[in-house]
Every structure is written in structure tokens, then in C-alpha cells.
């Protein structure tokens, strides 16, 4: 039986199909998942608010956003302006979904994998951090952000 990260090696070198246990299935391209998950069409506003929630995406713990009026923003991840620029919607959405199939020395979360997790409190074990739709907010958010 393959582990988790053979799997996913596997999945990323054939551009096969993966999927997390009931969550929608998605085809992994390169460094990319070229399609939205579940053919959803992402909002770029709900993104742009999901980026900036500090409990829901809390995506600016760990990264500067493209609003400097936001406080308390990190550095441990790359900025998030140009982000757009510098990646395509496919890989934005890879990396999201789990960063760790292309850095897997990655200290950022997976936001749409349920299994081979640790530490997650009981309410929250089972479910992703973030449902498909609001993935692809985020997606639609961050493909805006084209300047540095």
C-alpha cells in the first residue's frame, strides 16, 4: 500500500486524479489543478474577505497581503501581492488545496485534506478548513493580484 506522500508523488509525476476522502475529486497537472473544484465558479470578494478573516482562511498569519492597512500581517510564507502574476489559477488552487504535493517540507496548511492530519480538535476533524466554494473564492481573489 502506498503512503500518503508516494500517492500523491505518484498523482503529481502522472497527472492522474486524486481525491480527500469525500471531498470532490480533482486532477492534479504539473504543479497545477487546472479545473475548479467541482466546476465551482470562485467570487473574488468573498475571497478577498476569506484571506483577510483571522479565523476562517487566516491567510495573513503567515503572509503580507496586498493591503498594508491590515494589521499584523506575516513573513513566513512568499507575499501575496503579485501572486496572480507569478502563478496561474491551477497552481494557486494546488497549493490551497495542499501545498505539502509541491513543498513537502511546507509549513502551510492544507486547506481541502481531511486525512493524515495532526492536532486538529475534535469539532473540526473530518472536514476541511475550507469548503470547495470557498477555495475557489480564494482562487478568484488571489488571481487578481497582479502588481507587486
Known sequence: MLSRLALAGAVLASGGASTASALETY?????????????????????????????????????????????????????????GARLDAGQIRLRLVDASLVNPQTVMPPYFRTENLHDVALPYRGKPALSAQEIEDVVSYLATLKTF
Open 27 to 83: 486532477a492534479i497537472v504539473g504543479d497545477a489543478i487546472p479545473a475548479p473544484l467541482g466546476r465551482l465558479v470562485g467570487n473574488a470578494a468573498r475571497g478577498e474577505v476569506l484571506v483577510k478573516d483571522r479565523e476562517r482562511g487566516n491567510c495573513l498569519i503567515c503572509h503580507q497581503g496586498a493591503d498594508p492597512s491590515e494589521p499584523f500581517q506575516g513573513n513566513i510564507g512568499p507575499p501575496l501581492t503579485g501572486v
